[in-house]
Nanobody
Framework: QVQLVESGGGLVQAGASLRLSCAAS????????MGWFHQAPGKEREFVAA????????LYRDSVKGRFTISRDNAKNTVYLQMNSLKPEDTAVYYC?????????????????WGQGTQVTVSS
């Protein structure tokens, strides 16, 4: 199975942008649907965005629609999360995940492999 490493997190002010990257190694990246989840302190891990194996289908949680964009480059074995107009409530650890079901899903239970997470902090 693939191994995942996230990068791109940091501390920014409200209204700023960040781009998270998730680099995959190991098995064929294009066989996997990919997702981003976040987890704030004291809260459960929540779905943020997902993309199918081909990139043709994407899903977003309502609170990020119009602000976040998920994309993938199968030639580079990388999935991205472009985050614009960041808000303090976006503060969380962001995790990249891979699903061998190939089609995007909002459920963490459908993802087989997880990265270690990257911290995003948005100050007001």
């Amino acid at each position: 199975q693939v191994q995942l490493v996230e990068s791109g997190g940091g501390l920014v002010q409200a209204g700023a942008s960040l781009r998270l990257s998730c680099a995959a190694s190991g098995r064929t990246f294009s066989n996997y649907a990919m997702g981003w989840f976040h987890q704030a302190p004291g809260k459960e891990r929540e779905f943020v965005a997902a993309i199918s194996w081909s990139g043709g289908n994407t899903l977003y949680r309502d609170s990020v629609k119009g602000r976040f964009t998920i994309s993938r480059d199968n030639a580079k074995n990388t999935v991205y999360l472009q985050m614009n107009s960041l808000k303090p409530e976006d503060t969380a650890v962001y995790y990249c995940a891979a699903s061998d079901r190939r089609y995007s899903s909002t459920s963490p239970a459908n993802y087989n492999v997880w990265g270690q997470g990257t911290q995003v902090t948005v100050s007001s």
